[in-house]
C-alpha cells in the first residue's frame, strides 16, 4: 500500500510539472544554444523582486497547463531579475523600462517582439501566439495599417501593441492620448463591419477586450445579439457583459458614478433582462444607491447600519470605497457618526476591504480636523 502511494504521489509530481511553465536555470547564451538545438525561440521573463504583477504572472499564470503547454513546446525559458548577475546586462540590452516584460526573441538573441504586464493565461498564450509570428513585428503592422490594410489581425494585433505601451505609462496624459487612438481605430473597423462580420470568430476579440464600456456601440450590439455568435463566443460575450453590468452597479455603490434614476433603473432593467441578478446578488446594493440617492445622510447611514452585511464580500470594497466622500458637505456630527459605524465593522471586515476602510476613516477624521 505505501509503495502504491508513493508510486501514485510521483505520478501526480511529474504531472504538475509537465503542467506548468519551464523556466530553465540557465544564462541567456546558453539558452540561444538550447534554442538552436531544440529548433525553438527564446522566452525571457524580466522581473524584480518586488514587483506584484511579476508575482501574480509567477505564481498564477505561469504554473497554468495552458500556458504550459504551449510555452515548453514553443520557447527555451528562462527568466532574469533585472536587479541582479546577469538579469542587469539582459535588462540592458532589450532597454527594459517597466516590468514584468516578456521578450520573444529568435536563437540569435534578436528580440522578435515583447509584452509587458499581468495578463491571464489563455490571453498571455493569444499575446505569445502572435508575438511569434514575423508579420505580428510592431513595424509591419503599424506599415499594413498606414497602407490601408484593414483586417482583424492588423486591427487586433496593433490595438494588443498599443495596450502594451499604455502598461507602461500609468498615470501619463499620454495614456490617454494612446487610448484614444486605440479606441478611435476599434470604432472605425467596427463601424465598416456587416453584422455578419462583426458576428464572425475573427471578430470576436472587439467584444472579448474592447466592449467594455457600457455606452458604446460595441457593448449595445453584443448585449442585443448575444444569442447570435457561435457558442464558443457566446461563452465570452456573456460573461464581458455581466462584468460590464457588475462593474457599473459598484460604481454607483462608491459614488464613483453620479445618480441618475433613469440610467439606474435602465441599467437594473437590463441586468434583470439578460438573466444577471437571479440569485438577488445586487439587490442590496440597490437598496444602498437608492436610499443614498434620496439625500438623508442620517437616515442613510442608519439603513448602511442594518443592511451592509448583506452585500456579498466582493461589493464590500466598493461600498466603502469614496465613504467619506458622501460626507464631505456634511455637519461634524454626521461625519463622526459615520467614522464610528466604520470603526465599529473594521474588526469583521476581509482583508482588502479593512485597507480601505481605514482610509475612509483617516479621511472622515481629517474632514473634522479641517
Known amino acids: 500500500m505505501k509503495k502504491f502511494f508513493s508510486i501514485a504521489i510521483m505520478l501526480m509530481a511529474v504531472v504538475a510539472a509537465g503542467a506548468q511553465t519551464d523556466f530553465r536555470h540557465i544564462s541567456l547564451d546558453e539558452a540561444a544554444k538550447a534554442a538552436k538545438a531544440e529548433g525553438k525561440l527564446i522566452f525571457i521573463d524580466v522581473y524584480t523582486s518586488w514587483c506584484g504583477p511579476c508575482k ?30 546577469e538579469g542587469l546586462d539582459v535588462a540592458k540590452l532589450y532597454e527594459v523600462k517597466a516590468y514584468p516584460t516578456f521578450i520573444v526573441a529568435t536563437a540569435d538573441k534578436k528580440e522578435l517582439n515583447r509584452v509587458l504586464g499581468y495578463y491571464e493565461g489563455p490571453k498571455f498564450v493569444e499575446k505569445l501566439q502572435q508575438c511569434v509570428d514575423p508579420d505580428n513585428s510592431p513595424a509591419i503592422l503599424r506599415k499594413r495599417y498606414a497602407d490601408g490594410e484593414r483586417t482583424p489581425k492588423v486591427i487586433k494585433g496593433l490595438a494588443f501593441i498599443i495596450d502594451d505601451d499604455m502598461r507602461t505609462m500609468y498615470q501619463s496624459p499620454e495614456r490617454d492620448s494612446l487610448k484614444n487612438v486605440r479606441d478611435t481605430m476599434i470604432d472605425s473597423y467596427f463601424s465598416s463591419l456587416s453584422d455578419e462580420k462583426r458576428l464572425a470568430a475573427e471578430n470576436s476579440f472587439i467584444f472579448e477586450y474592447y466592449a467594455k464600456n457600457i455606452d458604446s456601440r460595441q457593448f449595445g450590439f453584443m ?15 456573456d460573461s464581458v457583459i455581466g462584468l460590464v453590468y457588475d462593474n457599473n452597479v459598484m460604481m454607483y455603490l462608491s459614488g464613483e458614478k453620479k445618480y441618475d434614476a433613469a440610467s439606474f433603473n435602465a441599467l437594473k432593467t437590463a441586468i434583470a433582462d439578460g438573466g444577471y441578478n437571479t440569485d438577488k446578488k445586487y439587490d442590496t446594493a440597490y437598496a444602498l444607491v437608492e436610499e443614498y440617492a434620496k439625500g438623508d ?44 459605524f466604520l470603526r465599529s465593522i473594521l474588526p469583521e471586515l476581509p482583508i482588502r476591504p479593512i485597507y480601505i476602510c481605514t482610509g475612509e476613516i483617516s479621511k472622515l477624521e481629517k474632514i473634522d480636523k479641517h
Open 297 to 340: 445622510l442620517d437616515k442613510y447611514l442608519a439603513f448602511c447600519k442594518k443592511n451592509y452585511k448583506r452585500l456579498p464580500d466582493d461589493q464590500l470594497a466598493s461600498f466603502l470605497d469614496n465613504f467619506s466622500d458622501k460626507y464631505a458637505e456634511a455637519t461634524e456630527s454626521q461625519r463622526n457618526a459615520a467614522s464610528r
Open 223 to 237: 448585449v442585443e445579439n448575444r444569442s447570435k455568435f457561435l457558442p464558443e463566443i457566446k461563452h465570452k460575450a
Open 56 to 85: 501574480m504572472m509567477a505564481n498564477q499564470t505561469f504554473p497554468q497547463k495552458l500556458v504550459g503547454d504551449y510555452m515548453n513546446k514553443t520557447f527555451v525559458c528562462v527568466k532574469f531579475d533585472a536587479e541582479k548577475g
